[in-house]
């Protein structure tokens, strides 16, 4: 949309023009995943039953699609020109919840405690990407 009063001329552009709107969505969908991916794994006495063993499969599943989404949406913020700081808060689930899950043999609750860091640093780096970036 453009306007024009006088001689002055001015161009306003939405701010999903520049593509914020997909990088956020796929920043959004990292850390719904992940999260799931952590309640699946969430256990508190280990049971040997076909149940137990599904659902750890399952919450691995998840956990390597977020950590997947989370590394798509780290190199699409930094070919944005996203500030560094945003690109490591958004990759934080992969590297730090990821990388707890792909140590740990047996399940542990490591992958949890590493989620407490990484997830609210993942939305630092969503919400710093989305409003910094649009001011520049």
Partial sequence: MSSRNGNERYVVRPWWRE?????AA?????IV???TALE????FVYVSSPEFIERLRVGRLFMLAGSAASLAAAVWSQVRGNRLWVTICVAAPAALVGLATMIMTTPSL???????VALPAALAGLIG???LYSRE
Wanted: net charge positive; hydrophobic share 60%; no cysteine.
């Fill in 19 to 23: 593509r914020s709107l997909p990088w």
């Fill in 26 to 30: 796929l920043v959004f969908v990292s």
């Fill in 33 to 35: 995943v992940t999260a």
């Fill in 40 to 43: 699946r794994m969430a256990f």
């Fill in 110 to 116: 490591t992958p949890q405690i590493a989620g407490l």
């Fill in 129 to 131: 990407g989305l409003f």
